[in-house]
């Protein structure tokens, strides 16, 4: 089983800067893709970005690429996301999500963080 522990969420102003961390660890195989995403109250998850342990990086916009910014360690399993320039809009909960290799080594397992506040308001 992979855990994975998010922080740095909390209360910034419209324009101000978080960065968001998560920290996967327990029984570790091969994560791949770790990513980021949000829930706003009242409407479904979305995938904020991505980053895959090559280094593909998807995100959810290129409105939202411009103001975040998404990368990873592989050798601590850890991955970050850089958010600037913040939103009322982007207020939600952001979890991290990672899937690792199953022992079998056929597919991949999801696994979510229990995910961190992030509220933009003046």
């Known amino acids: 089983q992979v855990q994975l522990m998010e922080s740095g969420g909390g209360l910034v102003q419209p324009g101000g800067s978080l960065k968001l961390s998560c920290q996967a660890s327990g029984l570790i195989r091969r994560i791949d893709v770790m990513g980021w995403y949000r829930q706003a109250p009242g409407k479904q998850r979305e995938m904020v970005a991505t980053i895959s342990r090559r280094g593909t990086i998807n995100y959810l916009s290129d409105s939202l690429k411009d103001r975040f910014t998404i990368s990873r360690d592989n050798a601590k399993n850890t991955v970050h996301l850089q958010m600037n320039s913040l939103e009322p809009e982007d207020t939600g909960v952001y979890y991290c999500?990672?899937?690792?290799?199953?022992?079998?080594?056929?597919?991949?397992?999801?696994?979510w963080g229990q995910g961190t506040q992030v509220t933009v308001s003046s």
């Open positions: 999500n990672a899937d690792d290799l199953h022992s079998s080594g056929n597919y991949y397992l999801d696994f």
